[in-house]
């Protein structure tokens, strides 16, 4: 097959069985070209199992910084019997097939449209190791040495990422080199290496980092100054808990007493880890819970009881598929309206929307701003593609003058000096924002009953519809408030003016961005994009879509959900939002939104004149 | 029922350490049916703060959903108050503790509560050991929604629809004491001299003191039938021990017979005094409480008194090695690590 060769850009998948410590193998390649410069996104497809099933590895190469899922797979490395069939399948026409042939591939599943390269890895580990535990574990390194022969890496790479990967434990060096080293010889001795896909250093990472959501979840709550941590395991929010419980153990231990300036509960299940959330931000920590859909169900009733008696409540949800267990172990963004009316009664909360590492450390730090200034519930909408892929990402960035955003709250010396009778309930600055007083602030003053029954400005319990409809409308002016201080939609306008306008939000951004620009280069198309950042929507998100004749609205769910909320909130012409979905459990990709819209456009505009209004 | 609080006092009214009268202690006028046992047990809180001097202001109170949870409004008016959500009581106070671990926590809640809906919060409050004090006002029936039997009706009880109750009953003395509890005890909400010391010696505590009290609902179930009825209660009750508080500063002057008394050190330094009426039972023997409790019931009588204690146990903060500082007054120089450690994680993640 006569080939061109192709440097940095394309796509390989690892095909393996988990718990076989595949993982740290696939990563180990990942980060080194990473290391060289070079971006890459990097997504795991695990099953929710702990061993023995078939797990994937798919990294997309592109140094042109496209970081979405492009969709096909250039090279597969299949080290799993059992999933080689859908694997030689799912190769694109011209790729890599590459695999263990110690075991051979059966006749009927041979292709001539693909080059197969089958390497002797087993043979070789059983040769090379006789402790089986070994020959599983070093068959992974092996083959990442294989691919930096086929792929022509500078092996020195893998060198200085093995001796930083076990820095002190320096006996575990040498047996992963010598293992590496050992898969570059044997690709070198079995293949003409190397392959027509190819990697060069560039210098196209800058100061760019490669961390999942999650770590930057947790870390955006260590800054944020999170005391009170409740929760419940559940994939895939449980890595937000573990980064932030090893980052407090690094930086919030007292050197002296060795005492914690933290709290972590492990709560008997969700119901719990919110109350205690509630609890402690209620007494004046800030505290917050992580969990996944399920969770959110179970938190709902708690969550109405936060929005209506005014209590801060930080709550990170790593979206996965659903309904109920769905697939627990892939993306979605299906929580969108789970979240956004979250409870009983007439009840909505300030969801905000991260689409990178960044975005969910930042956004971490600020949702304790933001519950503590407008007393409410703040959901982080991130997603399992986003909390547990490596991302690569602008780095995190916190001002050395930054402070907290404790919001309205009354001191001991503020009770003492008020002239008049405290209203735990009074808009007395007209933003519909009351003041909270912490328990044990005065001793005669500021004591009032927090309850999810209705009350007056004064928190006392009544029944008067009046009172009710007066507290209820304060709420909404509350909301309309934090409309304009949450964060701006990012909007992005191209040259001329067009009238076809794209939405997108979380993870879907980096797929839109890259689909918005290929539908430019290869067809002519620009669109105008937006991407929400927040719940409740501010004026520019009501002014973009009013400037377009159609607005795309990009997600992955499949009963589009945020098109739902947008129609909801501003009363729009349903017609108008055209939905763009996916949500098959793996991340979107570029190309089918660029397909989607591209195929919608002829199929809507028949005639060249009126199709030239979207060009 | 009246529908306000007279606001004039006797002027002489006895003044505690801190110069409050009892005045100072109470709260909004009560809603519950005139002789509920809630009131009675509410009474004896104001009591029990007034004479240990406690400021109100350093209390916060927690209820969940029913009518026993509707009395944190009818007590201690200058303590933050919080009614959350049914049978959740006992997370938000574990939170609430969390923050700040200075605040005397005190817990109300029913037995549709404890024993039902909130269970699982219950149990597991229990095992951490959270420093509060849990009452569990135990009428055996669900009041505000109109008389169906709870999970801890016994057997056989009817309430006033006259329906004898088919199933087992919860035993919640028991199962606190099974979990581990380290401090058990059970009283009638028509026995306050028995009740006001057993609340004292329970804020007296460090870690989870729970105190059910059996509080007979006057509407739904205080009819000849029913266990939970007062005239059951007090034809059957039989106590372990009489309690005496003791603060610190004070000579205990109590004087019984060899053998039949103890005196316990708080933490803080003040003093259960217990005349056993019981010399069988031993206070620090769980399995002794468990016995005693099979057995009373076995005699067709209800147990009170002080079940079990462990006065040297370790409540969540000490488990946890939290810092003394309550966790809510730490400030961002505690808290934040800073620009220049952020820096250093960008780059380990390059």
């Known amino acids: 097959m006569k080939r061109d060769i192709v440097v940095n850009k394309f796509v390989i998948k690892f095909a393996n069985i988990n718990g076989t410590g595949s993982a740290s193998a696939n990563k180990l390649f990942a980060k080194a070209i990473f290391r060289l410069g070079v971006p890459i996104s990097p997504k795991n497809i695990f099953p929710s199992n702990i061993q023995g099933l078939p797990t994937w590895y798919e990294v997309r190469v592109n140094e042109n910084g496209f970081l979405g899922r492009r969709g096909g797979i250039d090279i597969m490395v299949a080290m799993n019997p059992q999933s080689m069939e859908r694997d030689i399948k799912e190769l694109d026409k011209g790729g890599y097939f590459i695999y263990d042939n110690t075991k051979g591939i059966p006749p009927e599943l041979m292709r001539d449209d693909i080059d197969i390269i089958g390497l002797p890895l087993t043979d070789a580990c059983r040769k090379m190791y006789d402790d089986p535990r070994k020959r599983q574990l070093f068959r992974n390194v092996m083959y990442v040495g294989a691919l930096a022969a086929l792929l022509d890496m500078e092996k020195e790479i893998f060198h200085q990422l093995i001796s930083d990967q076990f820095r002190g434990k320096t006996k575990l060096i040498e047996p992963n080199i010598q293992a590496l080293e050992a898969g570059y010889n044997l690709a070198k001795e079995t293949y003409n290496c190397p392959i027509s896909y190819r990697i060069e250093r560039r210098d196209n990472v800058g100061n760019k980092i490669l961390i999942d959501g999650n770590e930057a979840c947790g870390l955006g709550a260590v800054y944020g100054g999170a005391t009170v941590s409740a929760w419940y395991p559940i994939t895939p929010s449980t890595s937000v808990i573990d980064n932030f419980a090893r980052y407090v153990r690094k930086f919030r231990m007292d050197p002296e007493t060795g005492q914690k300036n933290y709290a972590i509960v492990q709560a008997e299940d969700e119901l719990a880890a919110i109350g205690m959330v509630i609890g402690a931000s209620w007494n004046g920590a800030r505290a917050f819970t992580a969990t996944s859909g399920p969770g959110l169900s179970l938190m709902n009733e708690f969550l109405g009881l936060a929005y209506f008696a005014e209590i801060p409540t930080v709550l990170i949800d790593v979206q996965r598929a659903g309904p109920s267990t769905g697939m627990p172990t892939r993306t979605q963004q299906s929580d969108v309206l789970a979240a956004a009316y979250a409870s009983h009664g007439d009840t909505k909360h300030i969801c905000l929307y991260p689409s990178t590492p960044k975005e969910c450390f930042e956004y971490t730090a600020t949702a304790f701003d933001l519950a503590e200034r407008f007393q409410t519930p703040v959901l982080v909408m991130s997603d399992l593609d986003l909390g547990m892929n490596d991302n690569m990402s602008e780095p995190m960035e916190w001002a050395p003058d930054r402070t907290y955003d404790r919001g309205k709250v009354h001191t001991r010396e503020d009770l003492e000096n008020l002239t008049e009778r405290y209203g735990r309930y009074q808009d007395v600055d007209g933003d519909g924002i009351p003041y909270r007083t912490y328990p044990g602030t005065h001793p005669t003053k500021g004591a009032f009953f927090t309850r999810g029954t209705s009350k007056d400005e004064f928190a006392i319990y009544t029944e008067i519809g009046g009172k009710y409809i007066e507290n209820m409308d304060r709420l909404q002016k509350k909301w309309k408030t934090a409309a304009n201080t949450v964060p701006k939609p990012i909007i992005r306008k191209t040259a001329k003016p067009c009238t076809i306008g794209v939405i997108h939000y979380g993870t879907s951004e980096a797929s839109t961005l890259e689909a918005l620009h290929h539908l430019n280069s290869l067809h002519g198309i620009s669109l105008d994009s937006m991407g929400i950042q927040a719940f409740p929507f501010s004026d520019e998100v009501e002014q973009f879509i009013n400037e377009h004749e159609y607005v795309f609205v990009v997600e992955q769910n499949r009963d589009a959900q945020m098109r739902t909320l947008l129609i909801n909130e501003f009363d729009f012409e349903p017609d108008r939002l055209v939905p763009l979905l996916h949500y098959d459990g793996s991340p979107i990709t570029a190309r089918y939104i660029r397909h989607e819209i591209r195929d919608w456009i002829l199929q809507t505009t028949t005639s060249p004149r009126r199709r030239s209004r979207f060009y | ?350």
């Open chain 2, 1 to 350: 029922m009246s529908y306000k609080i007279p606001t004039f006092r006797h002027p002489n009214l006895p003044k505690n350490d801190l110069g409050y009268t009892t005045k100072d202690y109470e709260g909004a006028v009560s809603t519950l049916c005139a002789g509920c046992g809630h009131d009675s047990i509410s009474a004896a809180i104001i009591e029990a703060c007034f004479e240990m001097s406690i400021e109100p202001h350093r209390v916060a109170k927690l209820s969940g959903i029913g009518c026993s949870s509707k009395t944190p409004t009818y007590f201690l008016g200058n303590s933050h108050g919080f009614n959350s959500v049914h049978g959740r009581m006992p997370s938000v106070a574990t939170g609430a503790n969390m923050a700040n671990r200075n605040l005397l926590y005190i817990g109300v809640s029913g037995d549709g509560d404890t024993a039902s809906i909130g269970m699982g919060q219950f149990v597991h409050a229990v095992r951490r050991n959270v420093n509060m004090v849990y009452i569990c006002e135990n009428n055996g029936v669900y009041g505000l929604t109109k008389g169906q039997d709870s999970a801890t009706t016994d057997l056989g009880s009817t309430s006033k629809k006259g329906e004898p109750n088919p199933l087992e009953p919860i035993d919640l003395c028991s199962i606190a004491l099974q979990l581990g509890a380290t401090f058990v005890a059970n009283s009638f909400s028509g026995d306050k001299h028995q009740l006001i010391p057993i609340i004292q010696a329970a804020i007296a505590h460090r870690g989870f003191a729970f105190i059910n009290v059996i509080s007979p609902c006057v509407t739904f179930n205080n009819v000849p039938g029913s266990t939970k009825a007062y005239d059951y209660i007090r034809q059957h009750m039989a106590s372990t021990n009489t309690v005496d508080y003791v603060p610190h500063a004070e000579e205990i002057t109590t004087d019984y017979p060899e053998g039949t008394s103890e005196n316990v050190t708080m933490h803080d330094g003040s003093v259960i005094s217990l005349h056993k009426l019981d010399t069988e039972h031993d206070v620090h023997s769980r399995r002794s409480a468990l016995t005693m409790i099979k057995d009373y019931k076995a005699q067709d009588k209800v147990l009170t008194g002080i079940l079990f204690m462990d006065e040297q146990s370790k409540d969540i903060h000490e488990i946890m090695n939290t810092t003394t500082t309550p966790l809510r007054n730490l400030g961002i120089s505690e808290l934040c690590p800073g620009t220049e450690q952020l820096e250093a994680i960008n780059e380990l993640h390059r």
